[in-house]
């Protein structure tokens, strides 16, 4: 009996790679697609506007597409111009393309900046209207307006999915940034900031995810959040990633205002919503409609991401 494939698009990425080896574990024949590794299951494509997507989607049930230009806190010219090739024009090609050669499904990892970003003293939901704030959130929302037109007018089904923060092993940006200053014994100013409430997700529960919504009927052509159901204070990341390192972070207390006027002061105002704001998303949809619950716990994805392997 022929294994029924899967095409994978940023297959060498963070979370691409956690999605091959998911897959070929549950019995899929793999195919992976980036731009730089060429080795087995993956082959090299860049994905543009005009990619020629011939040579791949012969016989593919589930196309899941990782691959994004990544937001980036500055966004010169190419970042720009980046984002709207590859997530929005390269996003469409291949869904337009997917949809012409019998694929039944196609996963969009988008992103939860198409929701905005800050909830304040609410929650976002999957059924939210958008409300993208900066160009990579916009060029996600864009791409997801998009594909459910393709999905209204074809037989191949959508499903987007919106994560916040992915972390996991050899976790980069400033989670490796956090992790780094607490192995180095730094000082930390936020030994106040238990005030605020952030939803994140381990790799492992997204990726559990995604298998879920490739099959499951319900699935078909909705919008889900992700979160690992746990939101937790800046504070309360510190110290659950401090344990799991085996090290005591070195905390200073200091107040809320103060800390917005210094991060002002210093011209990276960006961390005062990401460190001192609130981000949460709702994932009631997820439990009632596809019966998912988070696999791993926050403590369990933590540990697997920071705990120092033998």
């Keep these: 009996m022929a294994k029924r494939k899967v095409l994978v698009t940023g297959s060498s990425g963070f979370v691409g790679a956690h999605v091959v080896r998911e897959f070929i574990s549950q019995g899929f024949e793999v195919i992976g697609i980036n731009r730089s590794v060429k080795t087995n299951p993956h082959l090299i494509k860049n994905i543009t506007h005009d990619t020629d997507w011939s040579?791949?989607?012969?016989?593919?049930?589930?196309?899941?597409?990782?691959?994004?230009?990544?937001?980036?806190?500055k966004s010169s010219e190419d970042v720009l111009i980046s984002y709207e090739e590859l997530n929005v024009l390269g996003t469409l090609n291949l869904a337009r393309q997917a949809s012409k050669k019998?694929?039944?499904?196609?996963?969009?990892?988008?992103?939860?900046?198409?929701?905005?970003?800050?909830?304040?003293?609410?929650?976002?939901?999957?059924?939210d209207t958008p409300r993208p704030t900066d160009p990579y959130g916009q060029s996600k929302a864009r791409a997801e307006t998009e594909l459910q037109k393709i999905a209204r007018l074809t037989k191949m089904d959508i499903v987007i999915i919106r994560?916040?923060?992915?972390?996991?092993?050899?976790?980069?940006?400033?989670?490796?940034?956090?992790?780094?200053?607490?192995?180095?014994?730094?000082?930390?100013?936020?030994?106040?900031?238990d005030f605020n409430f952030r939803s994140m997700v381990y790799v492992g529960n997204l990726v559990n995810f995604i298998t879920v919504c490739a099959e499951h009927?319900?699935?078909?052509?909705?919008?889900?959040?992700?979160?690992?159901?746990?939101?937790?204070?800046?504070?309360?990341?510190?110290k659950k990633v401090s344990k799991a390192l085996g090290k005591s972070p070195k905390l200073i207390k200091i107040p809320e205002n103060i800390l917005r006027i210094l991060f002002k002061l210093l011209g990276r105002q960006e961390y005062i919503c990401r460190l001192l704001g609130n981000l949460r998303v709702d994932i009631l949809k997820n439990k009632r409609l596809l019966d998912w619950q988070p696999k791993?716990?926050?403590?369990?994805?933590?540990?697997?991401s920071f705990s120092k392997k033998d």
């Design 163 to 193: 994560p916040p923060l992915v972390y996991g092993p050899n976790p980069k940006g400033n989670l490796n940034k956090l992790a780094l200053n607490i192995l180095n014994g730094l000082p930390l100013p936020f030994g106040a900031v």
């Design 296 to 304: 791993y716990t926050v403590d369990e994805g933590i540990k697997n």
């Design 102 to 127: 019998n694929v039944k499904r196609f996963i969009f990892l988008s992103t939860i900046k198409v929701n905005g970003e800050e909830t304040f003293d609410k929650k976002f939901y999957a059924d």
């Design 217 to 238: 009927e319900q699935a078909k052509n909705q919008i889900f959040l992700i979160s690992d159901d746990d939101d937790m204070s800046t504070l309360i990341l510190i």
């Design 55 to 73: 040579d791949v989607l012969e016989g593919v049930e589930i196309i899941i597409h990782c691959a994004a230009a990544v937001h980036q806190m």
